[in-house]
C-alpha cells in the first residue's frame, strides 16, 4: 500500500504546528516566567499542544 504525497506533506505540517505551538507555551512558561500555580500543569500543556496543536495554544 503506497501512502499519497499530500498525505505525508500534511502529516509533517501537522507535527511541526504542535510542536510550535509546544514550544510557545514552553517558552511562556520558563522563558516568560508565567508559571503554573499547581506544577502538574506546567507539562499537561506542552503535552496537549502535542496532540491538540494550535487547539491547545
Do not use: K
Not at 13 to 35: E, N, Q, T, W
Request: proline residues 7%.
Amino acid at each position: 500500500m503506497v501512502v499519497p504525497l499530500w498525505l505525508t506533506v500534511v502529516s509533517w505540517v501537522s507535527l511541526g504546528v504542535a510542536f510550535l505551538c509546544a514550544g510557545l507555551i514552553l517558552y511562556d512558561i520558563r522563558g516568560r516566567g508565567y508559571r503554573q500555580h499547581m506544577w502538574i500543569m506546567e507539562p499537561v500543556w506542552p503535552i496537549t499542544c502535542l496532540y491538540f496543536g494550535p487547539v491547545g495554544l
